[in-house]
């Protein structure tokens, strides 16, 4: 089979389209014929060498895809709703940019109605991050205020979109004014320009003195400390990835006096279970709302895996930032 893997550590260009041997399933995993392959910021961790290969999973990177179940235990995918021949998208520990990829059946999910394959592959790393982050560990509630750091990421407009139809308010931060202008569109009720504008101030203008309720956090770094005196008091603080550094200053006098929570994952090395847990919250929660269109997959721009340097392309645009939405690899078209 046809796969995208990292040469080397270093520049999108270590990216290179190669041969390799396809996956065989092992009990409790489904093979898929890829058609669509989601990119995402951890991809580019790896390709860096910042984002180690969980043991006994595939160097291949990509964490999300969708396509066709060709191969699995017919009992096992039965359990799950599915079986062979199903079109689904399914979260992966690594492998995904491939044309074949192994994924545990509990972490498949099918293709919401009305929805293509290149769509799909774009929503299960996002999705199944949101939920567990905003939802089961940052506990958003209805009426509650969110504030999102990276409005327009891949994970930003999934956040801002989830939030909103849970009934929540979604502050967003952008760095630009058309970026501002796409979160809003997406639904939040305000948006911040972090280049122009101080977002803690402007959030505490917003609700009025109180805070937010809950912070979805990619930065870290210095962010923390602002981000500790703009919340509510009972907030939860909730960090996902540290692309401002991973050194933070935290005013504890405040974290006592507000009854703050400072919390934080990587869904990755999480084991299978876990995972099954959060497909079948999406499933449930997430899904029927996906093929109501109350919840859209954003897709910036779609790259062609029959191109030699699309892998490179992909992470060169996730790296600039000037995206808005997902990127997605595609590797063959929709089937029959």
Same mark, same amino acid.
């Given at each position: 089979?046809?796969?995208?893997?990292?040469?080397?550590?270093?520049?999108?260009?270590?990216?290179?389209?190669?041969?390799? =041997?396809?996956?065989?399933?092992?009990?409790?995993?489904?093979?898929?014929? /890829?058609?669509?392959?989601?990119?995402?910021?951890?991809?580019?961790? %790896?390709?860096?060498?910042?984002?180690?290969?969980?043991?006994?999973?595939?160097?291949?990177?990509?964490?999300?895809?969708?396509? /066709?179940?060709? *191969?699995?235990?017919?009992?096992?995918?039965?359990?799950?709703?599915?079986?062979?021949?199903?079109?689904?998208?399914?979260?992966?520990?690594?492998?995904?940019?491939?044309?074949? +990829?192994?994924?545990?059946?509990? &972490? +498949?999910?099918?293709?919401?109605?009305?929805?293509?394959?290149?769509?799909?592959?774009?929503?299960?790393?996002?999705?199944?991050?949101?939920?567990?982050?905003?939802?089961?560990?940052?506990?958003?509630?209805?009426?509650?205020?969110?504030?999102? %750091?990276? @409005?327009?990421? @891949?994970?930003?407009?999934?956040?801002?979109?989830?939030?909103? =139809?849970?009934?929540?308010?979604?502050?967003?931060?952008?760095?630009?004014?058309?970026? +501002?202008?796409? +979160?809003?569109?997406?639904?939040?009720?305000?948006?911040?320009?972090?280049?122009?504008?101080?977002?803690?101030?402007? /959030?505490?203008?917003?609700?009025?003195?109180?805070?937010?309720?809950?912070?979805?956090?990619?930065?870290?770094?210095?962010?923390?400390?602002?981000?500790?005196?703009?919340? *509510?008091?009972?907030?939860?603080?909730?960090?996902?990835?540290?692309?401002?550094?991973?050194?933070? &200053?935290?005013?504890?006098?405040?974290?006592?006096?507000?009854?703050?929570?400072?919390?934080?994952?990587?869904?990755?090395?999480?084991?299978?279970?876990?995972?099954?847990?959060?497909?079948?919250?999406?499933?449930?929660?997430?899904?029927?709302?996906?093929?109501?269109?109350?919840?859209?997959?954003?897709?910036?721009?779609?790259?062609?895996?029959?191109?030699? @340097?699309?892998?490179?392309?992909?992470?060169?645009?996730?790296?600039?930032?000037?995206?808005?939405?997902?990127?997605?690899?595609?590797?063959? @078209?929709?089937?029959?």
């Amino acid at each position: 089979m046809q796969a995208i893997e990292i040469s080397e550590f270093g520049a999108p260009e270590v990216l290179k389209l190669v041969e390799r =041997a396809k996956p065989v399933p092992v009990a409790g995993e489904a093979l898929i014929r /890829v058609h669509a392959s989601g990119v995402n910021r951890p991809d580019v961790l %790896q390709r860096k060498g910042h984002y180690p290969v969980p043991a006994g999973v595939s160097d291949i990177p990509g964490l999300e895809i969708a396509g /066709v179940i060709e *191969a699995g235990e017919p009992q096992a995918l039965a359990a799950q709703g599915l079986k062979l021949g199903d079109r689904i998208c399914a979260l992966v520990a690594g492998g995904g940019y491939a044309q074949w +990829c192994v994924a545990p059946i509990a &972490q +498949c999910l099918p293709v919401p109605k009305g929805l293509s394959l290149s769509q799909a592959a774009s929503l299960p790393e996002t999705f199944f991050t949101v939920w567990s982050n905003v939802f089961d560990r940052g506990l958003l509630k209805e009426g509650e205020w969110l504030l999102v %750091q990276g @409005g327009t990421s @891949g994970i930003g407009v999934t956040a801002i979109q989830m939030a909103k =139809a849970m009934g929540a308010h979604v502050i967003a931060t952008a760095g630009s004014l058309a970026k +501002c202008d796409a +979160c809003l569109a997406l639904g939040a009720d305000h948006a911040i320009n972090y280049k122009t504008q101080d977002f803690a101030q402007e /959030v505490l203008s917003i609700t009025q003195g109180r805070g937010v309720n809950v912070i979805l956090d990619m930065v870290a770094g210095d962010y923390v400390a602002k981000e500790i005196e703009i919340l *509510a008091e009972d907030g939860r603080l909730v960090l996902i990835a540290v692309q401002g550094g991973v050194k933070s &200053q935290v005013n504890a006098g405040l974290v006592l006096r507000k009854r703050l929570t400072l919390t934080g994952s990587t869904l990755r090395p999480r084991d299978v279970a876990f995972k099954a847990q959060i497909a079948q919250k999406l499933h449930q929660n997430v899904w029927p709302l996906l093929e109501r269109s109350v919840i859209k997959p954003v897709l910036f721009k779609t790259f062609e895996a029959s191109d030699a @340097g699309a892998g490179a392309q992909a992470h060169a645009l996730m790296e600039s930032n000037e995206h808005i939405g997902k990127i997605v690899i595609h590797w063959l @078209g929709e089937p029959n």
